[in-house]
């Protein structure tokens, strides 16, 4: 089977833009999960989604956002971006995320200027 | 909510030696515990995953311990080699209850395997 896949895999914006991310789940997987990778913070969980719909949150504020789309493949997007969302964004995928096991894509590398 | 320390941060060993790293977990409903190994410019790659019910569980040179009493778990390496260089991560969630896919993670251990 293909493993997650995510585009774009490399990103620049400008403070005050906004920037779309998506990741495509492993086939027959319905959970997607979101996170924020950064030197200083680790790995933080954004949101998860299953069955488009969105079933739990992290403590990020508004900005962050996400949708799920019905052949699982998900999106999430940052608004009104600031230097300090600048991280590797990794999406995880999970049959149903009741067992917990997730599979991690290569990640979207963004940087804010 | 579930807090996950690991230690150490860094760890540097000889090709062959055994390497271990530790983890605590804060909250006792937690049952799911796995593993993951980040390369460069790529995403965690998960190794080994361990639940509540059982103690010990190895795969090859990998195996994973867990003792829920002490709320605690650790990584066993052995016969390290320089492929297995790399950031190491645990994690800690409730599977089955309402964390809906939310993995806590620890802050990486960095592995250097010197020939």
């Known amino acids: 089977k293909a493993g997650v896949t995510q585009t774009p895999r490399y990103l620049i914006k400008t403070r005050g833009q906004q920037v779309t991310l998506s990741c495509s789940p492993i086939?027959?997987?319905?959970?997607v999960s979101w996170y924020q990778q950064t030197p200083g913070q680790g790995l933080q969980f954004l949101f998860e989604?299953?069955?488009?719909?969105?079933?739990n949150k992290g403590n990020f504020p508004g900005r962050f956002s996400g949708r799920q789309f019905s052949n699982s493949r998900s999106e999430m997007n940052v608004s009104t971006l600031e230097l300090g969302d600048s991280a590797l964004y990794l999406c995880?995928?999970?049959?149903?995320?009741?067992?917990?096991?997730?599979?991690f894509g290569p990640g979207t590398r963004l940087t804010v200027l | 909510g579930e807090n996950v320390e690991q230690h150490p941060s860094t760890l540097s060993v000889q090709e062959g030696d055994s390497a271990v790293i530790k983890c605590t977990y804060s909250d006792s409903a937690s049952n799911y515990f796995p593993w993951y190994k980040q390369e460069l410019g790529k995403g965690p790659q998960l190794i080994i995953d361990?639940?509540?019910?059982?103690g010990e569980k190895k795969d090859q040179r990998i195996a994973v311990t867990l003792n829920k009493t002490a709320k605690h778990f650790s990584l066993h390496i052995t016969e390290t080699q320089p492929e297995d260089s790399a950031v190491y991560f645990c994690a800690a969630t409730y599977a089955g209850g309402t964390s809906y896919g939310k993995l806590t993670f620890g802050q990486g251990t960095i592995l250097t395997v010197h020939p």
């Open positions: 989604y299953f069955s488009e719909t969105q079933r």
């Open positions: 361990i639940r509540s019910n059982v």
């Open positions: 995880a995928s999970s049959l149903n995320s009741y067992m917990g096991t997730q599979y």
């Open positions: 086939s027959g997987h319905r959970s």
